[in-house]
Structures are given as C-alpha cells and as structure tokens.
C-alpha cells in the first residue's frame, strides 16, 4: 500500500488463496521484494502436520513457477526448485513503514492511547495497595495475581484465538478491560474500595488477558502481512516502551493533585480508542487466515507442534529463562535504590526512565531491520546476561545507571526477536496458540521468578540477586545457542573477515537446512 495520502483510498490487492495470505516466511528466511517468489524448498522440504497428523504439502505460491528441476520424490509434486541465493533479502523500508498499512496504523494509534492508560494504572495500582495495607507484600500479591491466570490458562486462550475471529476477539476483550478499569475508578472515588477489590480485580484483568495478548499478537500478521511482520512487532513494542514514559509520569501528577480514581477513570476511559480503531477497520484489507476448525485435541496438538519444531522451541524456552530470572527489575532498582545507593524516590523514578529510554531505542533500531535470524537472538541474550552482571558490580551510581540504557536496548532486542522469530516461522492457523505459548511462558514465569529473585535480593545482597539474574541468562543462552548449532548441523567460527573480527555459523557437514536458514 503506497503512502501518504494514498494510504487511506489505495485498495488493496485481495489474496489469491488463504495460504498466501497468511503464510509468513518460513523458518527465519528473509522476506521482501523478490523474496515471494521463492517456494519454501530449501527451507521447508519437509511436510508440515495438518489438524489430523497427516503430512501434507504446504501450497506453493502462487506466482511461484510451476516446474523446476527438483524431483517430486524430494519435495512433492509440482514444487520448484529455487536456490537460495535467488531470494532476496528484505531491504529497508524504513523505521515506520507498516504504518503505511491503514488497518495497522488505526491499531497502533488506538494502543497509544490505550497503554498509557495501562502504565497509568499499573502505578497507581500499586499506589492504591500500599496506601490501604502499607504492605509491600500486598504490592506482590497484586502483580502475581494478575499474571498467575496467564501462568494456569495462557495455552486455552491461543486455542480461542485460533478458533475464533481475532478482531472479533479483540473487540469483546478490548470492552472488558475498559469496564474493569472503570469499575476500580468509581470505587475509588466513592471511597467504598478495599483491597479485596483491588485484587479481584487485577485477577479478572489477567483472565481478560489471556485471551487478548494471543489474539492481539497474532493479529498484527493479519494487518499487515509476512513483509511487514518484524516491523510492525517491532512499533508495537516501542509503542507500549513509550507509553512507559509517559504514563508514570502522568499517573503521578493525578494521584498527587486530584487522587487515584481519575487516574482509573481515565485508564477506563482509554479503551475506547482501539475499540474505535477496530471498528473502523477496513475488513476486506485484512490478510485472510484460515481458522482452526472446532474440535478435541487442538491444545495437545499446539504443544506437539510446537515440540517438533527446534527453531520454535527453544526461542521460547530461551524466552522464558530470561522473562522469569532477568526481568525482575523493580526488585533490583528498588532493592539498589535504597540499600545500595540509598537515594530517594525520585532517583528511582529517573533510573526507570533510563531503562524505558533504552527500551524504546532498542524498539525503534529493531524496526529499521529486515530479517530475524536466531543467532541475533542468541548473541543479544549473551549481551544481555553480561550487562546485567556489569551493573550488579558497578562500583558507582552513575556507572549503573548509564548501564541501565543499554541493558533496556537488549533486553527489546531479545523480546522482540524472539517474538517476530517465533511468529513467522509459525503456520498461519497455529499462530494463536504458539504466542500463547510464548507469552504464557515469558509472562507467566513473573509468579516464579519475582519470589525467587527477591528472596535471592534479600538474603544475599541487591549485588548477588542481579547478578544471579544475569548469569542464568547468560548461561541459558549459551547452552541454547550450543543446542540450535548442533540441531542444526552448525559450529560457531571465530576469525577475522575483512579486517574484522567475524562470529558465524557454519556447516558442519550434517547440516538441517530450516535451521541453517533460521541461524
């Protein structure tokens, strides 16, 4: 769809069958002009499982050629042969180029509204909790009560939304969560809310949550298609990492100045404007994707898809090592802030900007890229765990806050490369509950790791509980990254290409070619 103006009045051309439209790029491969044209032959030779566990052939595209010289016996009938150097690589459509698509760009508008509205509520939340029972510990119930329903049930709300319409999905959900904030916000300003009610209602959000985070993620494919995939996923990260910046803030003036209930109002109010931009979609633009038939099984099935695929696998085990140990930041900069550092509230509040900072350029440079290999994920997780380690044994305040920067950029990086990795190496009609999956253990493991880590913090020191969240980072990217080489048939090469220092991987000889082209 061109830009501009254009934008908005442009048709655009309809999918010539559902498997085109929803077909992201196999495995990892590099998407783009040109790069449609390839059939899936080096990357995919083997049969995908239909709903049933039968093998069959996936539909080749549709202006792919009809015949080549590769053997049918090989690779199925009537499937081409196309080597690998004829794809081309994506080029750089720029940091903001799927806000060219008009269905994603009312999607994006409506979710700034709406997550400055969330990181509104989050802060005041917490606020609310500790203003009632002056309990840290009742902060913690709080936030694990909120992220325990995606712990027990985030695989159930993928099957949902295979099943069913994700718009669809979205609308409803999209309705519930504005009710719910609204609800907390006239109990506040009548004064009848207890803390009962503030966790009940952070349980109900996690609920309403589980069917949303899969719908919503797996959407964004629907807008706008595999090409634009990496950088969509890419905006909507920087989009939620600035309202991160601007939704504290807010939230700390409203509580100061008029109480915590308009800071709730609003929040509830704030979901109006992506249920406004769904509706205002343009249906008939939207990328068809087949739906899962209704049926038994469908779980079981996801799960078994999921564990026969090493280039999906172990991204979200990997995922789920640093979301449950080197995520736990309010522990640390808490935890620093006061026993390391001992500076005020408001040198916590700016160590937190710092990160957002990081977090929302980490976003942004992720946008500008075209391609998701693993070994980006592999290597950003490395990075990573040795930052946070830096920072545990920073010996100044200043040196551990200018390292909270780059620790934000990674820690995106990794997310979100993860994130587009695992969703375009997806089939379309198993997309909902691979991200469930994906989110349940990146998000769900909070429940787990928050406790740990914090007992880590408290009976060992801030320095020792950072820098153990960073080593089992570190380390779970090693061996993952080891395991990827060698599913794959790889080994790591250290020289020098160029004049420069150069870290690949290369064939070993026993090489699996979907792994070869994810890596």
């Known amino acids: 769809m061109s ?25 990892g491969t590099d998407t783009g002009p040109g790069a449609g044209e390839a059939t899936y032959a080096d990357a995919d030779a083997t049969p995908a499982a239909s709903a049933h566990g039968e093998r069959v052939e996936r539909t ?8 080549g010289p590769l053997s049918e016996a090989a690779n199925g009938p009537g499937t081409p042969k196309v080597s690998r150097a004829s794809a081309k690589p994506e080029k750089n459509k720029g940091t903001f180029s799927s806000l060219a698509v008009r269905n994603y760009r009312l999607f994006f508008s409506g979710a700034i509204v709406s997550n400055t509205g969330t990181w ?45 319409p994700k718009r669809r999905i979205l609308l409803v959900s999209q309705a519930a969560l504005g009710v719910l904030g609204t609800t907390l916000a006239v109990l506040t300003l009548t004064g009848n809310v207890q803390v009962w009610h503030v966790y009940l209602i952070a349980f109900l959000l996690g609920m309403v949550t ?3 985070n899969p719908a919503r993620q797996a959407f964004v494919s629907e807008m706008v298609g595999p090409d634009q995939l990496r950088n969509a996923v890419s905006l909507n990260s920087a989009n939620f990492q600035s309202a991160r910046l601007v939704g504290p803030a807010v939230a700390g003036v409203l509580i100061a100045t008029v109480g915590s209930g308009w800071a709730f109002l609003l929040n509830g109010l704030s979901f109006l404007a992506p249920i406004a931009g769904l509706l205002l979609m343009r249906t008939s633009e939207l990328h068809k994707v087949e739906r899962a038939p209704r049926g038994k099984g469908q779980l079981r099935e996801g799960l078994r898809y999921v564990a026969g695929r090493p280039d999906l696998i172990w991204p979200i085990v990997l995922v789920g090592f640093i979301g449950t140990f080197g995520f736990n930041f309010p522990i640390w900069l808490t935890a620093f802030s006061e026993e390391i550092f001992h500076v005020g509230a408001g040198t916590y509040g700016f160590l937190n900007t710092l990160m957002a900072a990081g977090s929302l350029a980490g976003a942004l440079l992720a946008a500008r890229r075209g391609s998701t290999r693993l070994r980006m994920l592999v290597i950003a997780a490395v990075v990573f765990g040795a930052l946070e380690i830096m920072a545990a044994l920073s010996p100044s305040f200043w040196l551990f806050a200018l390292l909270l920067v780059p620790i934000g950029m990674i820690g995106l990086t990794v997310n979100i490369s993860a994130n587009s990795a695992v969703q375009m190496a997806t089939d379309p009609v198993m997309r909902g509950r691979v991200m469930s999956l994906y989110m349940m253990v990146f998000a769900g493991g909070t429940p787990i790791g928050a406790p740990l880590l914090g007992w880590v913090t408290d009976s060992f020191g801030p320095r020792i509980g950072f820098a153990t969240g960073g080593l089992v980072s570190l380390l779970a990217a090693a061996v993952i990254g080891a395991i990827l080489a060698r599913s794959g048939g790889l080994k790591l090469s250290v020289g020098w290409h160029r004049g420069h220092p150069s870290v690949r991987f290369v064939p070993n000889g026993r090489t699996r070619p979907e792994l070869v082209t994810a890596v």
């Open 120 to 164: 509104m509520a989050r802060i005041t939340q917490d606020w609310l909790v500790l203003s009632i029972t002056g309990s840290a510990t009742a902060v913690g119930i709080t936030t694990a009560l909120q992220f325990l329903p995606m712990l027990l049930f985030g695989l159930y709300g993928g099957v949902l939304a295979d099943r069913y």
């Open 210 to 212: 589980v069917v949303d």
């Open 60 to 67: 080749e595209h549709p202006r792919a050629p009809r015949k």
């Open 3 to 27: 830009t501009g103006s254009g934008a908005d009045s442009a048709p655009v051309r309809k999918p010539d069958t559902d498997t085109e439209a929803g077909t992201a790029p196999i495995r």
